[in-house]
């Protein structure tokens, strides 16, 4: 260090020679440069610019030379200054540069990700389908009609045309919640083993004509297994007007599958007995994957109706009259059709579902291929 106003000569001031001032300099570009983050620069900024640096010393020192040497000092420590300053901002833009870089990435946001973490429910394909085999009759006039699960006796099978003693009773295992009164003959109550006694209900509270569709649970005594469940639905069918016959229904099956399976579908009906209906017919429908073709073509096999073309849906016929008797209806009068069918087998061949306990369980596994549909 030189001691102020002892000497005129500028060379005796030692911080002020050219050559320290460069390497002052030099020495502060190399800082800048080494400094790789913003924290580095800034104490490489305090050390090299800041009021202790060496060249804001050397500043210092300019007012200790003699008049003539103040300008030359000044503007050798002015220009290093300047670099210095220069090289420095160059350097916190190229840091600032990075590090925003550097939060593009780290911070990015990934919009394809799911907005939501937590699924949202939907209704279990059970229902969804229900609801779009009811809207086909909704869609040509039908009224949705509901009736209580647990059912009167009489509803659920004497309105219907099953006797107390009818062989008919036997042939379904029903679950009674409370047996018949003995020898006095009354109802008993079951939990109602088709949707058939909403029929005998709408048509009690009804004038004919009377067009409803029933959707609806059931219950029959069956162990749970890959074919049957103790818990199932129906859906249900009733038309009552004047002049109704079997073409009335076989044109209204048609269209059901038609909607619901294509244009190109069609039914067919088999003899069968149910007391409900007289005459009464089991209704096939065309099989919708082979359409029939793989009958006596082996080359073709078709797994979903065994290569028989044809797939069993379920039971009708038109209404017997005593149970339009039975329900207060005019049988000279009306007459009507029905037909009714398992939504569990409908949807366990129209979607390949090869277990039955797979739609009971509640697995989201089994539910999310058919889509979240509200
Ligand atoms: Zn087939």
Redesign the pocket.
Known sequence: MSAPNKSYDPVEVEALKPEEIERMRDEALAAFAAADSLDALHEAKVAHTGPASPLALANREIGALPPHAKADAGKRVGMARGAVNKALAARQSELEAERDARVLVEEAVDVTLPHDRVPAGARHPLTTFMERVADVFVSMGYEIAEGPEVEAEWFNFDALNFTPDHPARQMQDTFFVEGPEGDRGESGVVLRTHTSPVQARSLLDREPPVYIVCPGRVYRTDELDATHTPVFHQIELLAVDEGLTMADLKGTMDHMVQSLFGADMKTRLRPNYFPFTEPSAEMDML?Y??K?E?VGNPDRP?R??S???WIELGGCGMVNPRVLVACGVDPEKYSGFAFGFGIERMLMFRHNVEDMRDMVEGDVRFTRPFGMEI
Do not use: A, P, R, Y
């Open positions: 099989c994957v082979c029939g793989s078709c979903t109706c290569s028989e073309g």
